[in-house]
């Protein structure tokens, strides 16, 4: 096997691992902020330990997520210094401001945050989680920056061989940032509110500290309702901009390897031949896809084989057609994973207005094996991003193939693939291991199993 080959599964596993992080740190740090803010304004203790209980999760899966950060960056240098050279010129600014004011903004304030209960005033308390959640969301509004001039360039000059920044602003107002950004954060926001969800079903079965957590499972089912169902209405967004600019993966996304008919069904399922560019058993929905991607029943999409000839007259001689099958399926799972968290949130939010949440096990059950909704749809979407813009690094611009490391080798590539996946695997054991002992120990350790003490019984 080739260093690309490596070199490609080491970007892959490093950058899912680290993006099982990033978004709960934002949910939480958003949800964290909200509960203290009811805290402040109402002065109600329960949502003061609600935030003190929450935030020690918090905290485990900030200070995992920083670790993973740094050891992905240390590939870029190893495996990709082609790549690396290529966008360096037009990376620097938008990955500076992110380490030198968004990062050091959130943790700055995480520490007052911290260290700073009953130190300083409720307001300057408070003040400091909303700056982290800011400075959280500034991270990944620069980091997609960077991601979006992978999928769509725009903002540079081409001088030497290499992409130079022309214009920041034109960087920064990448129509694909602005579709892609709102959908990743709403998607942490759902995260981070099914994941509190998910942990307070689980200590409502055991019957721990009640008050507290079915608080917290109505708050994040708050969150989580209309965070999912914007995630899912900018997704539609972000889709139809992909029939726009990235026409190949919106077809490979559909396994469409020829141009539809004016009423474009949207499949279902299908498999998928890639050797024979033919699908067979495909169950397939009436104007689906035309609605998909114009908002009404009519409407063209450009399938792969088409576009393959019109990239070669563009780009050169080469294969132009992404991994289908996982560019399709990724898509699908990603969807169905979205519909089950809108169906899930909404029902949740009723028993829990209704009060009915102790009379439905079998559904809080449920709510406990949900938490992993969001982290599998996170994952399929990214992959269908990256791996529908297959074969470029940078769409139009440079190949994958010609981004990785010339004097790397296949073993050296391995070796550290090898060595990162020792080191991740020791630290997601670790994480887990932390989360539960809290998670056990509950927000009163010396009794877990009291009500907190708080008998009152708190509203939003």
């Known amino acids: ?69 740094i050891m992905q960056e240390f590939q870029f240098g190893m495996n990709w210094s082609d790549y690396s050279r290529f966008v360096g010129d037009v990376f620097g600014a938008p990955l500076a401001v992110e380490a030198l004011a968004a990062f050091f ?80 954060l709403f998607a942490a926001l759902t995260t981070g509110a099914f994941f509190i969800t998910g942990v307070s079903a689980y200590q409502l079965i055991k019957k721990r500290a009640v008050n507290i957590f079915r608080t917290s499972f109505q708050v994040a089912a708050i ?28 077809a490979a996304s559909e396994a469409l390897w020829n141009t539809s008919p004016e009423h474009a069904p949207w499949t279902l399922f299908t498999v998928i031949d890639t050797n024979k560019k033919h699908n067979t058993a ?11 991607a114009y908002n009404q029943p009519t409407g063209k999409v450009q399938g792969m084989n088409q576009l393959q000839a019109q990239y070669e007259k563009k780009y050169g001689p080469g294969n132009y057609i992404p991994p289908v099958k996982t560019t399709f399926w990724s898509f699908r799972i990603m969807v169905l994973a979205g519909v089950l968290m809108i169906l899930f949130s909404l029902y949740g939010l009723y028993l829990s207005i209704k009060g009915k949440l102790k009379e439905h096990p079998f559904f809080l059950k449920i709510m406990i094996l949900s938490i992993s909704l969001p982290f599998i749809a996170n994952t399929t979407g990214w992959l269908m991003t990256e791996i529908g813009r ?21 073993g050296m590539v391995l070796t550290t693939l090898l060595g990162f996946a020792l080191v991740y695997l020791l630290l997601i054991m670790t994480d887990i291991f932390l989360f539960v002992k809290v998670i056990k120990d509950g927000p009163d350790k010396e009794n877990p199993d009291s009500d907190a003490a708080d008998t009152t019984v708190p509203s939003l």
Do not use: C
């Open 1 to 69: 096997m080739s260093n690309l080959f490596f070199a490609r599964t080491q970007f892959g596993v490093t950058t899912v691992y680290h993006f099982l992080y990033v978004p709960m740190t934002i949910g939480l740090a958003f949800l964290l902020a909200l509960m203290e803010t009811v805290y402040f304004r109402t002065g109600n203790e329960t949502y003061k330990k609600m935030t003190q209980f929450w935030g020690k999760l918090f905290l485990i899966n900030f200070a995992v997520g920083v670790v993973t950060g």
């Open 223 to 250: 969150v989580g309702v209309v965070a999912s169902i914007l995630t899912a209405v900018l997704g539609h967004d972000q889709a139809q901009h992909i029939v726009r600019a990235q026409p190949m993966k919106m």
């Open 105 to 184: 903004l959130e943790s700055t304030f995480l520490g007052i945050w911290l260290f700073g209960w009953d130190k300083v005033s409720k307001g300057v308390h408070l003040l400091s989680i909303w700056l982290v959640f800011i400075g959280t969301t500034l991270s990944a509004f620069w980091i997609l920056t960077a991601n979006s001039f992978m999928q769509e360039p725009t903002g540079y000059a081409m001088r030497g061989g290499h992409a130079e920044m022309a214009s920041f602003g034109a960087l920064v107002t990448n129509m694909q940032q602005w579709f892609e950004f709102p959908h990743v």
């Open 390 to 410: 297959q074969p470029w690094a940078v769409f139009g611009l440079l190949k994958t193939a010609s981004g990785v490391s010339p004097t790397v080798t296949a």
């Open 282 to 292: 495909a169950i397939k929905i009436p104007y689906g896809l035309s609605i998909l």
